[in-house]
């Protein structure tokens, strides 16, 4: 969407001109919901304290509580510094020290960095971006194929390539997540060094994994290692890529080809994922693995619940980011995908918290023996957006109080208060089921994503609450005009309210058009306050 406002030459006036709310989300006055049909009945949504559903109880009256947590989460990975051979082991036990296995990761260092720059956002310390630099620059230095292009899956303790067998192919996953750290890192910094590496696996993405077929188009989930026999597709090239740096390119880059790229993906999703889910003999979720043609791959009929609710998510964001004339339906089977899970399941109701996995072709399958940490981040994250932005009060209402419990959950159970950091899963009732601090996957992100998110979610989205990021942004080589854009959402309801420079006021920043500037040789770490309009 275009953000209608113009702001002259007034620098840090936060007045600017007169806003247009028509699809702003205040608008009180005008709100009202319907009788039978439980349908918002206007274009407006309501003000927070006009909302029915606000509850002074909530868990997300208190966002900045989870924004505290992030330090010690971020510190907890910090343990694993390899200072021999750069970057951070992945394999480490209960309390974060490395165990025997000590390859690295390629997702993990990135993972880990984009960690790192999250608790910088929410602290000003340095030391955190410090050590996101540690991770990127390992992966920089070793993990690129620099005759093939893109990511290598795996590398040894001194950066040298493992014989795993993934690294003689390219995965979707491992080239996305490896764009993950680098995004962050961007949109914290605006470093050239670390934009050119994000740009240029953004390129090799788009030149190996894209699909430009008119009809087919997508990226592709497989390759071999020079990128020939690109094979497959679905919810991972698709639902990752929009995680780990198709939204960032869209709402962090500014750039009109990742607004363009993130609607073809939900596209995808909608068209592709929603149709199959459809099928009489798909019967719950949805499924994950397509062929070059978007036909189903019935080779494997597994799904994780978190990734239907995650598709839910990325539907979300595309409504919220794109203003896709299509995008009201990706609203609807938003609401459809997490109904499906809450009604069908697919959510513990009891304890509150997804359960773990399905086959889409039997209903009876539903794993809900486990609960898994980042399968929790999904119901919070796809929760609250979905809260957000539907018009369907009954159903805003399941969508919040999911988030909430899933939120409280993740609180009471996943927290290690003796070790630090996070477990990976229990059982329905919270008790420990695995110990594991870190593995290939798992590391800083998700458990600091899931907090992060659920302060800027939990401010924007529900309690209408202020927050504030900061930005370093030094060592400039020419001046800096950007546009800041924390989250997804439409691009006419937030605004800038102030601005620091290294603790001093500073007025160089357009409110409404969430610009800031930075003339050369004046930079510092700036701490930037949204709030919604």
Request: glycine share 8%; proline share 3%; net charge negative.
């Amino acid at each position: 969407m275009t953000d209608e406002n113009t702001d002259s030459n007034n620098t840090g006036d936060t007045s600017d001109t007169t806003v247009d709310d028509t699809d702003s989300m205040t608008g009180s006055d005008t709100f009202s919901y319907g009788t039978d049909s439980d349908v918002i009945d206007t274009d407006t949504y309501p003000d927070i304290t006009d909302d029915p559903l606000y509850d002074t109880g909530s868990i997300f009256t208190d966002p900045g509580q989870f924004a505290e947590k992030i330090p010690a989460l971020a510190d907890f990975w910090i343990t694993p510094r390899d200072d021999v051979n750069g970057g951070f082991f992945t394999y480490v036990d209960i309390t974060g020290e490395p165990t025997a296995n000590t390859n690295k990761s390629v997702v993990t260092q990135s993972r880990s960095a984009y960690g790192f720059v999250r608790a910088f956002m929410l602290t000003g310390d340095e030391t955190y971006l410090e050590n996101a630099r540690h991770a990127l620059d390992f992966n920089i230095a070793h993990a690129w194929d620099t005759k093939n292009d893109g990511w290598f899956y795996e590398l040894k303790e001194d950066g040298t390539i493992t014989a795993n067998g993934q690294n003689n192919q390219k995965w979707s996953f491992i080239q996305h997540y490896a764009l993950l750290g680098l995004n962050a890192y961007t949109e914290a910094t605006q470093n050239t060094h670390y934009k050119d590496w994000l740009m240029k696996g953004w390129d090799s993405n788009e030149e190996h994994l894209w699909d430009s077929d008119p009809v087919n188009y997508g990226y592709f989930n497989y390759a071999d290692a020079d990128w020939s026999n690109p094979d497959g597709k679905g919810f991972t090239p698709s639902a990752d890529g929009i995680t780990t740096n198709v939204l960032g390119m869209s709402i962090v880059m500014n750039s009109p080809a990742g607004t363009k790229r993130l609607s073809q993906l939900v596209s995808n999703m909608y068209d592709h994922f929603i149709t199959a889910s459809m099928f009489d003999f798909i019967e719950f979720g949805l499924a994950e693995e397509y062929n070059n043609d978007w036909s189903l791959n019935t080779n494997s009929t597994f799904g994780f619940i978190g990734h239907v609710l995650k598709t839910a998510w990325c539907l979300g964001r595309g409504h919220l980011v794109t203003g896709d004339d299509e995008s009201d339906k990706w609203l609807d089977r938003a609401s459809e995908l997490i109904m499906d899970v809450w009604d069908n399941g697919g959510y513990d109701h009891v304890n509150g918290a997804p359960y773990y996995s399905f086959l889409w072709d039997n209903i009876d399958s539903i794993d809900d023996s486990q609960v898994e940490y980042w399968q929790v981040e999904q119901a919070i994250t796809s929760g609250l957006i979905n809260y957000y932005a539907s018009k369907k009060q009954k159903e805003r209402a399941i969508f919040l109080q999911m988030a909430e419990e899933s939120m409280q959950f993740f609180l009471d159970y996943f927290f290690d208060d003796v070790n630090g950091g996070i477990y990976s899963r229990t059982l329905p009732d919270g008790t420990i089921l695995s110990d594991t601090k870190g593995d290939y996957y798992k590391s800083a992100y998700h458990g600091i994503e899931t907090l992060y998110y659920g302060y800027l979610y939990g401010s924007l989205y529900y309690a209408n609450l202020p927050v504030t990021l900061c930005y370093s942004f030094k060592d400039l080589d020419e001046d800096l005009n950007v546009k800041l854009t924390p989250i997804a959402i439409e691009d006419n309801v937030l605004k800038i309210t102030s601005v620091e420079k290294d603790g001093e006021p500073y007025a160089d920043f357009k409110s409404n058009l969430r610009e800031l500037n930075v003339k050369k040789g004046n930079g510092g770490i700036f701490k930037v306050t949204f709030e919604r309009k």
